[in-house]
Structures are given as structure tokens and as C-alpha cells.
């Protein structure tokens, strides 16, 4: 690693509910730099959840992000010749990038309708601890337990 390692910046919380979390998801959502675009899905899609739920949309987004969000993941690493899947435990804002990237993986995979409701639908459902992006968490936890032997291969 040549230089210094890039600073981390610090972003602006959102419009709407003054919340840096929402902030960061409007960004993963933004699309060649259109973020007002960006921001209507995002607050179109709480408008969604608040009626359905009739609860605080930054509660159930929240809820969703941490059943998504994994304890544990694989990574690759080479050893003698082989190559070993070794369980590392996630660290807290890699945990919420990733809940994020699968929440909007599984809503762009869903069928018809506008992206809004996509992703309204798929924090609903991740809130309760069902649907596409609470299955993948469970395949990483399922692929970090299935190789707990590596794990002193970890430093």
C-alpha cells in the first residue's frame, strides 16, 4: 500500500429526517449522480412503509438494516497452495454497507412495479426477518459456519 489511506468523509444527513444512515442509502440508491431522482425512491418508498405500517418509516428501515446486516463472512485467502473460505466477523459499518447493497439487489430482482415499491416491499419484509435479502445473510452466516475449522487460519 503506497501513501496514505483515503480519508474517510464525513456525508450530510438527509433533508427530510436529519439522519446520516438514510443519507448513505440515498447515495447507494443514486444512479450517474442524480440524486434528487434518488431521494424521491427513497422517500417515496417510506412514504410506503408508513402507510402500511403506520409506524416510523426511520424504525422499520432501521430494523431491516440490522436483521440483514451479517456477524459473520468468508473471505478467501491463500495458503501453501490452497485456497481457504476463513470466517472474519464484520465490523459495524461494513455490516450496514452490506445490508444495504443486498437490500437493493433483491429489490431490483423483484418483478414489476416501481422501485419505490420494490424497496418498500423488501424493507417490510426484511423487518420482519423474511424475504431475498434475509436469505442471502443467512447463506453467509450458513458459509461462515461451514468453515469455522479455517478460522485460525484468521489473524
Not at 449522480?33 to 403506520?54: M, R
Request: with cysteine; aromatic share 8%; glycine share 6%.
Amino acid at each position: 500500500m503506497r501513501g496514505k489511506p483515503a480519508p474517510k468523509r464525513d456525508i450530510k444527513p438527509d433533508i427530510r429526517y436529519h439522519e446520516k444512515d438514510i443519507a448513505k442509502f440515498i447515495n447507494y440508491v443514486m444512479k450517474r449522480g442524480k440524486k434528487s431522482v434518488a431521494q424521491k425512491i427513497v422517500y417515496e418508498c417510506f412514504d410506503i412503509v408508513k402507510e402500511k405500517t403506520k409506524q416510523d418509516p426511520r424504525h422499520v428501515f432501521n430494523k431491516a438494516i440490522k436483521q440483514v446486516g451479517p456477524l459473520l463472512e468468508v473471505r478467501g485467502r491463500r495458503i501453501g497452495g490452497a485456497n481457504y473460505q476463513i470466517p472474519y466477523q464484520v465490523r459495524s459499518e461494513r455490516r450496514v454497507t452490506l445490508a444495504c447493497r443486498w437490500l437493493l439487489a433483491s429489490a431490483k430482482s423483484r418483478k414489476g412495479k416501481s422501485m419505490a415499491e420494490k424497496l418498500a416491499a423488501e424493507i417490510l419484509d426484511a423487518s420482519k426477518g423474511e424475504g431475498a435479502t434475509v436469505k442471502k445473510k443467512m447463506d453467509v452466516q450458513r458459509m461462515a459456519e461451514a468453515n469455522k475449522a479455517f478460522a485460525h487460519f484468521a489473524r
